[in-house]
């Protein structure tokens, strides 16, 4: 399917830090709970993200990751996810999170 570089721009792609992680065990698949800080435009969002194979809550913190901030919150459990982390999957269909190879401020919109 191809779509416009106009629909590609609606996806709204940025570069946040992880403030905070936890276990996450209420999801039906095993899962961490992220706050993610994406600067003052944003703030501070929540996802849940399956992540627990390559990544322990606490070598989170600090982290910056990738993530698309405009789509519709998303009941997960107790908790609702406010964005979607991304990742792309190893040689064994697992998570393995997108952020940038430098550091950069958060909130800095993916072009």
């Known amino acids: ?4 570089f106009d629909d590609f721009l609606k996806v ?6 992880i403030t905070r992680a936890e276990p996450f065990p209420e999801a039906r698949k ?8 994406f600067g003052p ?4 969002k929540k996802s849940s993200a399956q992540i627990t194979r390559h990544y322990a809550p606490e070598a ?5 990751v990738l993530a698309v ?3 519709p919150p998303r009941q997960i459990g107790p908790m609702r996810s406010e ?3 991304l990742g792309v999957p190893d040689a064994d269909g697992e998570v393995v999170l997108i952020g ?4 950069v401020p958060p909130g800095g919109r993916l072009f």
């Open 69 to 71: 901030v405009n789509f």
């Open 60 to 64: 989170l913190v600090g982290r910056q």
């Open 12 to 17: 709204d792609i940025r570069v946040g830090r």
């Open 83 to 85: 964005v979607l982390t």
């Open 30 to 37: 095993p899962s961490i709970r992220l706050w993610i800080d």
């Open 41 to 44: 435009e944003i703030g501070e």
């Open 1 to 4: 399917m191809t779509i416009s």
């Open 100 to 103: 940038p190879g430098h550091e």
